[in-house]
């Protein structure tokens, strides 16, 4: 088993999880974070810090997908290990339905 980063994480992009990993496996993409499943140790912790309740474990119906996302994304983008301040309209997109395809984007976020 292994945590993935959900769609809910997309525009948010609240790095408390990050703080809290102790074995650094968050990546850092513009839009979103990720966890790169090789890494996980599934202890959990991250799971109940993030606002946007994006981190799930992946023994959950209807995450292949994010997996597949999470896999692929944790070995182009960079690690981020150190919590930073969420984008300032992260609150506004808490919730939001739809966000993979309006904002998604492949590219990398700047990472520690």
């Not at 074995?23 to 979103?32: I, K, L, N, R």
């Not at 981190?55 to 997996?67: A, F, K, V």
């Not at 994304?73 to 808490?94: G, R, V």
Request: aromatic content about 8%; hydrophobic content about 25%.
């Amino acid at each position: 088993m292994t945590y993935v980063v959900t769609d809910a994480c997309i525009r948010c992009k609240y790095t408390d999880c990050v703080e809290v990993c102790p074995v650094d496996c968050f990546y850092e993409g513009e839009t979103m974070l990720v966890i790169n499943p090789s890494e996980c140790i599934d202890c959990g912790v991250c799971e109940p810090e993030c606002p946007a309740e994006a981190i799930l474990p992946d023994t959950e119906d209807g995450l292949e997908q994010w997996l597949e996302l999470n896999t692929k994304y944790s070995a182009e983008w960079p690690n981020i290990t150190s919590q930073k301040e969420p984008p300032a309209d992260a609150d506004e997109h808490k919730g939001e339905e739809g966000k993979f395809e309006k904002y998604f984007t492949p590219d990398p976020g700047e990472g520690d």
